[in-house]
């Protein structure tokens, strides 16, 4: 949580947004939810995904050629299942090699300027001990493309207009002090991660699904003992215009959003044990069924 104790609740709905993502399904599963809520109240999804996802299959065998264009073809399923009407860009960069380069910065700043957002979410590059240096480049090429889209004196050969976006909301934060409240979108998040490594992870889809099912709805902060009652995306906002409506917790509010969180772990924990124990019995009856 934020030092200051201070969070902000829901953004006005924008007209635009661009997700400014490492690799396919990253968008999906830091702020699907966001994007489902806002897309359905009218505002332009867009989606810049800096790498091919080549790197992106457990299995040691697989054509990674192919398996970029699969991943293309499930990153535009994923957008559309969150309502997205906006473009789907691809950069190209290899997976696993992207880097924070004056070139690559100059892309995002032109497609910035293109695709004209007024949010702009990315990887929050300042996150300690982050392992994935994609992730990590994502999340600088946002920051320093936005500045590259905002002034007029960069980039002239692009031969547009300078834009600048009015927030930058930076996701996988450790310090969230803003939070979308996402409820009754969770289920789309679900549905566009399913999609999203439906055929590239074919071979692992009932286990991908479970897992999504179980890891998806422990993202969230949760109420009550419904557990579709309150979910919310969590961001770091940095506050780009210093425009922000602030709205001011109370210390003791704060502490009730970890109860939740850790109330909705244990509730998912027990869940999972349930599942466990069904996925082991039917695993283990045919043995059974062999020794009797
Ligand atoms: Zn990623």
């Known amino acids: 949580m934020s030092h200051d104790h201070s969070v902000q609740l829901n953004l006005p709905t924008p007209a635009r947004a661009l997700a400014i993502v490492a690799h396919p399904d990253d968008a999906e599963f830091q702020c699907g939810a966001t994007f489902a809520k806002w897309a359905a109240q009218g505002c332009v999804i867009n989606h810049l995904v800096c790498t091919d996802g080549a790197k992106g299959t457990w299995d040691p065998h697989a054509d990674t050629r192919a398996l970029v264009a699969t991943r293309k073809v499930e990153q535009r399923a994923a957008a559309d299942v969150l309502g997205s009407t906006g473009e789907v860009v691809f950069l190209g960069a290899v997976d696993g090699e992207l880097e924070a380069t004056l070139a690559r910065r100059s892309e995002i700043a032109y497609w910035i300027r293109v695709l004209r957002p007024d949010v702009v979410l990315g990887h929050d590059p300042w996150r300690r001990w982050r392992l994935h240096p994609d992730h990590r480049a994502a999340g600088f090429l946002a920051c320093d493309g936005i500045v590259g889209a905002r002034d007029p004196h960069f980039y ?8 600048r976006p009015s927030t930058l909301l930076l996701f996988e934060t450790e310090e969230p002090d803003h939070f979308e409240d996402v409820t009754g979108y969770a289920d789309q998040k679900i549905d566009a991660l399913f999609w999203s490594s439906a055929l590239s992870m074919a071979y692992l889809l009932v286990p991908m699904f479970l897992l999504i099912s179980l890891i998806i709805p422990a993202q969230y902060s949760v109420t009550g003992s419904s557990p579709k009652h309150f979910f919310t995306d969590a961001f770091f906002n940095a506050d780009i215009k210093k ?4 709205l001011h917790l109370y210390a003791s ?3 009730n959003y970890q109860v939740r969180i850790d109330k909705n772990l244990a509730q998912t924990q027990k869940r999972w044990k349930r ?4 996925i082991l019995f039917i695993a283990g009856s045919p043995v059974a069924f062999a020794i009797a």
């Open 253 to 255: 509010e704060i502490i």
């Open 156 to 163: 002239p050969e692009h031969r547009l207009p300078h834009h």
């Open 243 to 246: 425009d922000k409506r602030i």
């Open 275 to 278: 599942y466990k124990k069904a």
